[in-house]
């Protein structure tokens, strides 16, 4: 940890700004016992030139006030195709579609089965199809943000995807603003563990009694608005479990397996430091419940005038603006008390303790008999015609 300032324990995000700044290489990201990456200062080699304090963004909240959203849409991607594969709506295949049509680079978050982890990666690396989509965990940044800042000076137009607190972490990095950057980042619930991950698809495995070599967090199996997880096994075959079934995103949506800074998020009241911030339109109820689509539909909210310009550049996604008091729904505080802060801290401690399998069987996060017996009677019933 940077010990010389040791609030960094509780309310370091991970971001890497730190890491990707230090001039000699003396900052390591080491897993915790938890699963979650911190900052550790190698003292042997430490030049004091505290660069790692000057873009830290828990050591410097008092920069940045919150920031209004101008405008508000929701749509969806015209590509259908496109639209079933995506989380929502598919916004962020249409601009990345944009991006790469003028010659430009797209980094986002990508799943590599070979480490079992999901990491920070470019379109130089990955098919754009590898960053579509959410993952419900932490990403690994590593030293992307050096990446991005080549782009730029090579004057690339770049195209950067993250969390809000990564986004605050790369502007923090770069220390100024480049024309040729769009930044979007999304509605978070907050990031499990990636550890917490890789023991989920070791007991996936042993359940299915297949080895997993792909993951999609988000499929459209059921439609938008029914979370499921996938994993693909070696013979191509994907496995879909409901969430309700599922013990990683029971953990998740009871917010036993975030992150700590997670429970006093910065940017949960509307701090997005972003172009863009996107994500699922559950709101639209309250606009007009006829619109609902299960193929899924996008929210965007626009918080600068460069990602305005943007949104009006992209010819492949359908949109329509509404009111921001049917976005701002999104924008909530967070205490740690209601947001289940002492309840994650019993979670991980069991789980070291005694492991995945009995933490599952603890927390009552086994599938549910009696919802499985009711979807399949209701299948029945479907195939019967009744």
Known sequence: ????????DEK?????????????????????EEGFLYPVINKATCIECELCKKVCPELNKQEYNEQKCLKSFYGWHKNQNTRL?????????ALAELIISQNGIVFGAAYFN??????????????????????????SIG????????QLIDNKLTLFSGTPCQIDGLKRYLGKDYNNLITVDFICHGVPSPSLLKKHIEWTENRIKKTIIDLDFRPKDRGWDKYSLGCKDLSSKWWFFPAEDDPYFKAFFRNYSLRKSCYECNYSVNKHLSDITMGDFWGYHRYN????????????LVNTEKGYNYINKISSFEKYEIENKYSEYV??????????????????????RYGWDKTIKRYNLLPNLYLRAKRFFIKIMKKLGV
């Open 331 to 352: 924008f909530q505080e967070r205490n740690p008390l209601t947001y289940g802060y002492n309840n994650r801290n019993e979670f991980f401690k069991y789980l070291n």
């Open 289 to 300: 419940s006829s619109i609902y689509d299960k193929r899924g539909l996008s929210l965007l």
């Open 12 to 32: 370091c995000t991970g971001c890497c700004s730190c890491y990707n700044i230090c001039p000699n290489n003396s900052i390591n990201m080491i897993e915790n």
């Open 143 to 150: 030293s992307i943000f050096k990446e991005v800042q080549d």
């Open 85 to 93: 594969n995506s989380s929502s709506g598919g916004f962020f295949s």
């Open 114 to 139: 070979d480490i079992k982890e999901v990491k920070h990666s470019s379109t130089i690396e990955v098919n754009i199809d590898r960053l579509r989509k959410s993952k419900y965990v932490q990403s």
């Open 1 to 8: 940890m940077i010990k010389k300032y040791p609030i960094l």
